[in-house]
């Protein structure tokens, strides 16, 4: 139990153009969905937290114009990265959990972005 | 500001020797939590733990939380080179959120 899919596993895009990073929960009612990112050879960087059916709340220096955040139902958040940039390049996983253990975490396998 | 410090950040060693990672933070966690995670994959959870001075075994790993729930350690048995991975301690925030050591890179040769 609790599997966390992600889709796409990897994108490569153009720059200037807006990608949609898809998280869902499988087997379980995800009531807090997180979105890290991780450049090669360091450890997960927190960009925002969402819950069900509200804004998300983003870290500081997170820009939430340019990362925007849904989740719209208990098993589904996405991420949007407009107007990627070659910065932008990297990373990105979501992780959920549940409001019965909400200090567990089920990680998704990532999303490689790739922006040219 | 929570912060997890991890050591050591690299680690190459030979198959079968033992090594010993740790996790220090000068703020109290309500829990800890010890996570794999392989090139190209999300972390994998290994271990909660979340009671000051716990052990807990999984096979090979054995891991402890402190007694004031600062600091933890994860400690293998003859390592193989299946072992091989970034080794992450995740503490939980005060908002729900993980806030992440910087990992500890592991290469175990055969």
């Known amino acids: 139990g609790a599997v966390v899919s992600q889709h796409p596993s990897w994108v490569i895009c153009k720059s200037g153009t807006s990608v949609k990073i898809e998280c869902r929960s499988l087997?379980?009612?995800?009531?807090?969905m997180f979105w890290y990112r991780q450049f090669p050879k360091q450890s997960l960087m927190l960009m925002a937290t969402?819950?069900?059916?509200?804004?998300?709340?983003?870290e500081q220096g997170v820009e939430k114009d340019k990362f925007l955040i849904n989740h719209a139902s208990l098993t589904l958040s996405t991420l949007t990265v407009t107007s990627a940039h070659p910065e932008d390049s990297s990373f990105y996983i979501c992780?959920?959990?549940?409001?019965?253990?909400?200090?567990?975490?089920?990680f998704g396998p990532g999303t490689r972005l790739l922006v040219l | 500001t929570q912060l997890l410090e991890q050591s050591p950040q690299f680690l190459s060693i030979q198959e079968g020797e033992n090594l010993t990672v740790y996790c220090n933070s000068s703020?109290?966690?309500?829990?800890l939590q010890w996570y794999r995670q392989e090139p190209g994959e999300g972390p994998v959870l290994l271990v909660t733990?979340?009671?000051?001075?716990e052990v807990k075994k999984l096979k090979r790993l054995t891991f402890q939380f402190g007694d004031a729930r600062k600091d933890s350690s994860l400690h293998i048995t003859a390592a193989q080179p299946g072992d091989t991975g970034l080794y992450l301690c995740?503490?939980?925030?005060?908002?729900?959120?993980?806030?992440f050591g910087k990992g500890t890179k592991l290469s175990v040769k055969p």
């Open positions: 733990v979340v009671t000051g001075g």
């Open positions: 995740a503490g939980g925030g005060s908002q729900g959120n993980l806030i």
């Open positions: 969402s819950n069900e059916g509200s804004k998300a709340t983003y």
């Open positions: 087997d379980f009612q995800a009531t807090t």
């Open positions: 992780s959920a959990s549940s409001s019965s253990r909400q200090e567990t975490q089920y």
């Open positions: 703020s109290v966690f309500s829990s």
